[in-house]
């Protein structure tokens, strides 16, 4: 699954007169993107609003990419702007998708913005009914974070737009607590999750803590070896009690961490992803992206292309699931 946790159309709140073409031509033609790769839903952010209600009511008409948001409403006939979330059939299981944003501009005179935690709780308890497994994605500052673990125990994941702090790959999650992840702004990285499910009523196993875990030790003990190869590690440091015993907790922590992995129903690991020059350019795709950015620069009038081009400026939240 491809998803977007939102903000992807424009960059900041209020676009310009000046640049209004340009904009709109590099919104349009990112969603075509989309649609190349194949994304499963967008949530409507702040920033999607930056062209108008009408200019995103057009995006989503021409795109069979569902936009959703469960607490945005027309204001002048106080239903909801869009479908507040979609269910996914990845065989055998359904994922649910709830879309949900704390950050449009006061003031709009034609979208009502409801509580999120109000909003969220009613559609968790209907989608919960037809999903076996629940993602939020929440256009929200980080301030929120703790507040949408609190108030969303019954989602599986939560994926926060627009903070710029990014989720630390290999990082430990609170048992009993929802975890959430953030890729950070400006599609600099891509967020990559890959589950594999046996049984949606087991826990789930974050591997990626794991194996970082089980990547610090073999390298510690490895360091500590480096003094003599030819001898037992053990019998190396034997006199030595502070290492010796920091010895037996590394090696106790890597058996406990593969025993961990091993007894694993359900596993997910989690990764950041550079949109840097380092990933190989589909041929297709990239020539795509090089005409939107000839045609981008001629709009704006000038030799100057933006630095947050449409090639990193698309920040998927992909996520994989076997």
């Known amino acids: 699954m491809i998803l977007d946790a939102g903000e992807v159309l ?17 919104a349009r033609n990112i969603i075509k993107g ?3 790769i194949g994304c499963n839903a967008i949530n409507i952010g702040g920033y999607e609003l930056a062209g108008g209600v009408k200019f995103l009511q057009s995006i989503m008409d021409s795109t069979d990419i569902p936009f959703i948001s469960a607490n945005l409403r027309n204001k002048s006939t106080g239903k909801l702007f869009t479908d507040p979330y979609v269910i996914v059939d990845r065989e055998p299981f359904r994922v649910g998708v709830i879309g949900l944003t704390s950050l449009i501009k006061d003031g709009n005179k034609f979208i009502v913005m409801d509580d999120i935690y109000i909003s969220g709780k009613k559609y968790m308890k209907e989608i919960r009914k037809k999903a076996d497994i629940v ?38 999650h609170q048992k009993n607590v929802t ?3 953030c890729p950070g702004k400006q599609g600099k990285y891509m967020a990559f ?3 594999d499910i046996t049984n949606t009523d087991s ?24 003094k003599n190869p030819d001898i037992p590690l053990k019998e190396l440091y034997s006199e030595n009690q502070a290492v010796y015993r920091q010895i037996v907790t590394l090696e106790k922590q890597l058996v406990d961490a593969k025993n961990k992995i091993a007894k694993a129903r359900n596993k997910i690991e ?38 947050n081009d449409l090639n990193h400026h698309n920040h998927n939240h992909h996520i994989k699931k076997k």
């Open 135 to 172: 993602i939020m994605l929440v256009n929200a500052d980080r301030k929120e974070k703790q507040v949408l673990q609190d108030e969303f125990k019954d989602a599986d994941y939560i994926v926060i737009s627009r903070d710029i702090a990014r989720t630390k790959q290999g990082q430990p």
């Open 10 to 26: 424009f960059d900041s709140p209020i676009v310009l007169d000046n640049t209004r073409s340009a904009d709109e031509y590099k």
């Open 179 to 181: 975890p959430v992840f």
């Open 34 to 36: 989309y649609e190349e």
């Open 203 to 226: 826990p789930y196993v974050d591997v990626s803590y794991y194996n970082k875990l089980i990547q610090n030790s073999e390298r510690r003990i490895a360091n500590y070896q480096k």
């Open 270 to 307: 989690f990764e950041l992803i550079p949109m840097n020059r380092k990933i190989t350019d589909d041929p297709k795709m990239l020539s795509f992206v090089d005409s939107i950015l000839v045609k981008d620069k001629q709009l704006r009038g000038s030799s100057f292309l933006p630095h």
């Open 193 to 195: 999750m890959e589950m």
